[in-house]
């Protein structure tokens, strides 16, 4: 049956193609927005500042889906890392507090998290059940994971979405990723044995709905591919997908003069997770390839 969902950060690029997703098949969508209070009937305004949440039970909300964060490209400067935190913790416990009190409750949250929360963890198989790593993202994804337990408690069906490498041809890294490789300017980062655990948009928006509809899951859940890439790998068969060489490597302390930790965390760490409370749940992907799903999204005759 259509469900009423709550979804935060749905101007973003999962959210959007999300949103899309469950309108098409007939769910009435519901958004949190910080912008400037809207008449429209189907948008709740927040202000993580102040702790206002214009939320409440009459709403009949069925699933809550949060995305909203600060984004993390850029270097990090204490503002930023600030703003990177806050948005994700602050925002979870707003709501998490709100949905609590309700006595009517939405019946499954799905709190994104990232895979950030493994930290660099060189050629370990990683799984949900494996423990939180070092460094400033994985302190986040602890404490932003941990915000949802006052939804928990209060009998809500909690899902930590542990989101990996977001591939799309319309937003993510992919997008800026493929400037330079179509002028031929592509290569590896740093030495290139570095895990990059990837996940198709299309299929990140499957997973969502999936876990939206199976009320057996919730607890961590990787959303990643069942195959990681090696960033050696990912750029060689993004290369042959563009038919542009691959020849021009990017040192890794190039990167991280220009980025700083935000490279060391993120292009340099190596994280190789494995999907396997979805392979478990019978989750059927749609790319496990990552040549396949590279030509899919670009569009590339194969």
Known sequence: MPRHILISGASGFVG???????????????????????????????????????????????????????????????????????????????????????????????????????????????????????GFLADVGVKWEEATTAAREAGIRVCHLRIGLVLGSDGGALEKMIIPFKFGLGGKIGDGSQYWSWVAIDDLVRIIVYLIDNEDLKGPINAVSPNPATNSEFTYVLGKVLKRPTIIPLPAFVAKGLLGEMAQETMLASTRVIPKKLLDSSFKFKYTDLYDALSGILKVDT
């Open 16 to 134: 959007t193609h999300l949103t899309e997703t469950l309108s098409d098949r007939g769910d009435k969508v519901v958004f949190l927005s910080r912008s400037a209070k809207s008449t429209k009937k189907n948008v709740i305004h927040w202000n993580l500042a102040d702790g206002e949440i214009d939320l409440d039970e009459s709403e009949n909300i069925d699933a809550v889906v949060h995305l909203a964060g600060e984004n993390i490209a850029g270097r990090w400067t204490e503002d930023k890392k600030a703003r990177i935190e806050n948005s994700r913790v602050l925002g979870t416990k707003l709501l998490c507090d709100t949905l609590a009190g309700f006595s009517k409750k939405p019946k499954v949250l799905i709190s994104a998290s990232a895979i950030g929360i493994y930290g660099d963890r060189g050629e370990e198989l990683l799984t949900e059940a494996s423990t939180p790593g070092e």
